[in-house]
């Protein structure tokens, strides 16, 4: 098994030094690691404390354009966006979809949340909470997640579960039908054996990632990789696995 890319990576541009490393950092690590495109995915404009500013888009795009030049990686510009509200909303808006080659979504707390009311629902209850989840909770969770599927053209869920507790597989089943992969992510799996292998006979589609802060963690993808080995997942449904992947999402808002 073979990564051909890593699409869930940080750089500075996730600010306040959540990020380690430039996108140059980024490229060169791939290079060296044998990757063929990685993508740029900072933290979604939402959030307070690390996230990307749409006055740094220029800037990233001449970096990325350098880093391409000087290593050989194709790189992709993209985003981690915020989910913002109970509503499926999140924090990216109609003319951002003109410079993103890739769009990946998931579940953050310390976002600038849409109301007062998912502030509370949504980031507190979640955050806060030292509890079980409850059934409400999961299925408030769940819904708000399926209504930004059906929103957005969401190329991938990063850390499917992390912080945030769905009803996974109806998750994963909206994301098959709307062409959305779940990410396999190098640092944390936040769902069962069990579920990932029901996800697997529906024929979800998967995508692995390291969800790299630094530029040493790019491609280290190996607690992703022996999951699948030691499950026997089907690597043609894992896009970036001995293959590039296409990412054919339409840009929009529905």
Do not use: C
């Amino acid at each position: 098994m073979v990564l051909f890319g890593d699409y869930h990576t940080h750089t500075k541009y996730s600010r306040k030094n959540h990020g380690k490393g430039s996108v140059l950092e980024n490229a060169s690590a791939a290079q060296e690691k044998g990757l063929k495109q990685i993508a740029i995915t900072d933290h979604g404009f939402g959030h307070w404390m690390f996230g990307l500013r749409h006055k740094d888009i220029p800037q990233l795009k001449d970096d990325i354009l350098n880093a391409k030049e000087i290593t050989g990686v194709d790189i992709l510009l993209g985003i981690e966006a915020n989910l913002t509200s109970a509503n499926g909303d999140v924090d990216v808006v109609e003319s951002d979809f003109e410079f993103l080659d890739i769009f990946a979504m998931g579940f953050h707390q310390l976002v600038k949340m849409k109301t007062t009311k998912d502030l509370f629902y949504i980031n507190w209850a979640n955050g806060l909470s030292i509890f079980s989840p409850s059934k409400e909770r999961i299925a408030r969770n769940t819904t708000a997640f399926l209504k930004a599927l059906d929103k957005y053209p969401i190329d991938f869920i990063t850390h499917l579960n992390f912080g945030y507790p769905t009803d996974t597989l109806a998750v994963a089943r909206m994301a098959k039908e709307k062409g959305t992969l779940i990410e396999l992510n190098g640092k944390r799996i936040n769902f069962t054996d069990k579920e990932l292998e029901i996800m697997a006979s529906e024929g979800v589609k998967f995508i692995v990632n390291s969800d790299a802060h630094s530029p040493d963690a790019v491609g280290e993808v190996n607690r992703a990789m022996n999951l699948i080995f030691r499950l026997g997942l089907p690597l043609n449904q894992i896009v970036n696995i001995d293959k590039l992947p296409k990412f054919e999402n339409k840009r929009g808002i529905t």
